[in-house]
């Protein structure tokens, strides 16, 4: 495990990279692990009779290692939009009799949905803000290049816009801004006018059209670590799923549902997500906003929470074994009493 903290862009998403590498195939091949587990575990402290939340339930590994650590009475609500994980989540989290309350919503909706199901003030809350390898392989949704499919990448499929229609309708510089923002890519503007003048004549609808024809219009590198469209596939699924606004939302919820002493562990897997939580934790342990100017303070800000320490992010005996973890980044912040 490493310990680091800086701003600066993570190593690479693992969001979508693994389905368009060698070696997201081969952990395809070996189902979802959990990322950072014993990390998690460490900073989040579940115990006996504790509340845990866990807001992006995925593949469940980490709620169900929650569950056994929280054993024989803690609770855990766990959270997912996407119908099919918490389908998986309910098989396999089903030895857990009653201790498990499954809902599937958006993370950005913890603040409203937690209460109405017992977890009004909890001990733990968990954002792992990444994709499973089921969804990265799902090829109805289009989440990842090697496993291919239509370019949906809707967590919720009955809401919002496929990729493929985004794709199809916005302006030129308009998806110039978006790759730019959302993907923070260094080709934003060449990507985009390839696919305008592409979709004039070939609709662009699958993960693999989408892949290659960003493989055409970006330079090849002397090395290359990752596939050119990895940013593409971030900029567009964060903007389906508006998943930087959903953040926002979750990290607010946190400071109402966790009681003092409660935790709050969030994994990232960009520089995008990662600042967002670095800032927002940063905000709450600092308290007062008021400028350096003022003589006293006027806004009344107290501080909220304490910060568990620098980011962390896998040790290389993880990422040899989950290559998807390498860009992973681990933060962690306690509530106080205000």
């Known amino acids: 495990m490493k310990?680091?903290?800086?701003?600066?862009?993570?190593e690479g998403n693992t969001d979508g990279i693994a389905a368009g590498s060698p070696e997201g195939g081969a952990e395809l091949k070996a189902g979802h692990l959990p990322v950072m587990l014993g990390e998690v575990i460490e900073t989040l402290a579940p115990r006996s009779g504790s509340l845990q939340?866990?807001?992006?339930?995925?593949?469940?590994?980490?709620?169900?290692?929650?569950?056994e650590e929280s054993s024989p009475d803690g609770r855990l609500l766990g959270l997912d939009a996407?119908?099919?994980?918490?389908?998986?989540?309910?098989?396999?989290?089903?030895?857990?009799?009653?201790?498990?309350v499954l809902r599937r919503t958006n993370f950005g909706n913890v603040a409203e949905v937690a209460p109405e199901a017992g977890f009004g003030q909890v001990d733990g809350i968990l954002l792992d803000l990444g994709l499973s390898s089921y969804q990265?392989?799902?090829?109805?949704?289009g989440f990842g290049f090697r496993a291919g499919g239509r370019l949906d990448m809707r967590f919720d499929t009955g809401r919002g816009r496929p990729a493929a229609d985004l794709l199809a309708t916005m302006e030129q510089g308009e998806l110039t801004a978006l790759f730019g923002k959302y993907g923070e890519e260094p080709f934003a503007g060449?990507?985009?006018?390839?696919?305008?003048?592409?979709?004039?004549?070939?609709?662009?609808?699958?993960?693999?059209?989408?892949?290659?024809?960003?493989e055409r219009a970006v330079p090849a590198p002397k090395a290359r670590r990752t596939h050119p469209a990895t940013r593409v596939f971030q900029a567009l699924r964060i903007a389906v799923n508006?998943?930087?606004?959903?953040?926002?939302?979750?990290?607010?919820?946190?400071?109402?549902?966790?009681?003092p002493g409660g935790r709050l562990v969030v994994l990232s897997y960009h520089s995008l997500e990662d600042r967002i939580v670095k800032r927002f934790i940063a905000t709450e342990q600092r308290g007062c906003v008021c400028p350096i100017e003022f003589p006293v303070c006027v806004c009344g800000r107290s501080p909220k929470l304490r910060s568990l320490g620098k980011s962390q992010t896998p040790s290389a005996e993880e990422v040899a074994a989950n290559p998807r973890s390498r860009s992973a980044r681990l933060r962690g912040a306690e509530r106080i009493a205000a």
Do not use: M
């Not at 060449?190 to 960003?214: G, K, Y």
């Open 136 to 141: 990265l392989s799902d090829t109805s949704r």
């Open 3 to 10: 310990s680091i903290d800086s701003d600066e862009p993570l």
């Open 53 to 67: 939340i866990d807001a992006t339930l995925g593949g469940a590994g980490h709620a169900e290692r929650v569950l």
């Open 242 to 259: 508006d998943e930087l606004v959903a953040l926002e939302a979750g990290l607010a919820a946190a400071l109402v549902l966790l009681r």
């Open 82 to 100: 996407d119908e099919a994980a918490i389908a998986r989540s309910a098989k396999r989290l089903a030895r857990f009799g009653d201790r498990v």
């Open 190 to 214: 060449r990507i985009a006018r390839t696919i305008v003048e592409t979709r004039r004549h070939t609709p662009i609808e699958t993960a693999e059209q989408l892949a290659a024809l960003v």
